[in-house]
């Protein structure tokens, strides 16, 4: 059954599952693991995610899917991905989210 990004929407077919990985599960609320509810994500926006926000501000303002879509920082990247089949994108951390700010 193909499986469809929670935050770009890009369905990803079955055909193109081989890699165990290609989509994986969002804590929508890091470090919280046991009691977080989880989204599917395809690997370029999970990546994308994390190279974003450090693990407070997912806690903190951006917990759920909708405040991930309509978060400023991910609109052109949003934008970008729906136009393409790529699963799988390099990613360059954010200094902030290096420097834990």
């Known amino acids: 059954m193909p499986t469809t990004c929670a935050l770009c929407r890009r369905v990803v077919p079955d055909e193109r599952i081989d890699d165990p990985q290609v989509v994986q599960e969002h804590h929508l609320r890091p470090e919280e693991r046991a009691t977080s509810p989880t989204v599917m994500l395809c690997r ?7 190279a974003l926000f450090t693990n407070e501000e997912l806690r903190e303002s951006y917990d759920t899917i909708e405040a ?30 290096r420097d834990g700010r």
Request: net charge positive; glycine share 6%.
């Open 44 to 50: 370029p926006c999970h990546k994308q995610i994390h």
């Open 68 to 97: 991930l879509r309509s978060a400023d920082r991910l609109q052109g990247y949003v934008d970008w991905i729906r136009g393409t089949n790529k699963l799988e994108i390099q990613v360059r951390t954010s200094d902030r989210v």
